[in-house]
């Protein structure tokens, strides 16, 4: 079984073994930064004082952005909770940037409130996900406020060790979509990013680094687990150019998923339940 080289340098950490902050505005490619810009004002113009912060995420802010294939990632955080109408608000504010822009192929916004980001529960999922995977765009950031974080069993547990609650909707969406082609893509995108990153998660400790490259997620986890080192690399393929092959979905919610659900669990134990949990799949980023 192949190992990584014990002499070679950790990815994505800094000199003392903490995982480094990816992406910066230096880096958004000069397509996207009108982009950015327009964003950046409509949440601004939005939310006005009731804006802690905002961010971006993703390929913009790592310099990897494709120009008409990439989606624009943006995280908001309000001073309180949002409610339903804030995330209305919010999907209407990703329409009309998709819209005006060609550059990009969608929109995704998460909102939450300042104080459940820096919650207890939170501080190793949505914490660590704003201190370490998010670009500060308005406002005060709240890295500033959230501890550093290794690559270990405790962050593996509790940003990913909640795919078993998620296979049984992930059944549900699938038997809902249409049938067709166009419709099934964007799951065969979503689903194959969700469990490569859960399986890079799953042997992240032992890697001792961090990446957000689907390909090199689905190598290191290959070093580990050559039998399914196959099955993820194509599944790292599909989060960048999806098919809509329906016998795709059904390998990854009666096979992989399954599988890599139960290695989670007996490898790093299930993630902390949340109080707003009420069924599969709420209180999770997907």
């Known amino acids: 079984m192949r190992r990584p080289r014990l002499d070679a340098l950790r990815p994505g950490l800094d000199d003392l073994g903490f995982i480094a902050r990816e992406g910066s505005l230096a880096r958004v490619p000069g397509a996207f930064r009108p982009v950015v810009a327009d964003a950046r004002d409509r949440v601004l113009d939005l939310f006005g004082t009731r804006l802690h ?3 971006l995420y993703g390929s913009v802010p790592r310099g990897t952005a494709r120009v008409g ?3 624009l990632d943006l995280f908001v955080a309000l001073r309180e909770e949002p ?3 804030d995330r209305a608000a919010v999907r209407a504010l990703g329409e009309a940037v998709d819209k005006e822009f060609p550059q990009i192929d969608g929109v995704g916004t998460l909102l939450y409130g300042r104080d459940r980001l820096l919650s207890e529960p939170e501080r190793y999922d949505l914490g660590w996900f704003v201190a370490c ?8 950031d709240l890295a500033e406020y959230l501890p550093r974080y290794r690559p270990d069993s405790l962050l593996a547990r509790e940003t990913n060790g909640d795919l078993a609650r998620w296979l049984p909707r992930w059944r549900e969406r699938i038997a809902g979509a249409e049938d067709s082609e166009a419709a099934r893509r964007p799951l065969v995108r979503f689903m194959s990013r969700h469990l490569v990153r859960t399986a890079f998660t799953l042997v992240m400790p032992r890697w001792n680094g ?5 390909r090199e997620m689905a190598d290191a986890f290959g ?3 050559p039998q399914r080192a196959a099955q993820l690399r194509t599944a790292a ?3 960048y150019e999806p098919v809509g092959d329906p016998a795709v979905l059904r390998t990854y919610t009666d096979d992989l998923g399954p599988w890599l659900a139960a290695e989670y669990t007996r490898v790093h134990g299930v993630k902390t339940p949340r109080p707003d ?3 599969p799949g709420a209180g999770s980023r997907g």
Do not use: F
Request: glycine letters at 20%; aromatic letters at 20%.
């Open 53 to 55: 912060s905002a961010y």
């Open 69 to 71: 294939r990439s989606d």
């Open 83 to 85: 409610g339903e109408a």
């Open 133 to 140: 995977l998010c670009t500060p765009l308005l406002g005060d």
């Open 210 to 214: 961090w990446t957000s490259d689907l």
């Open 223 to 225: 070093g580990y687990y």
């Open 237 to 239: 393929g599909y989060g």
């Open 277 to 279: 949990w009420p069924g």
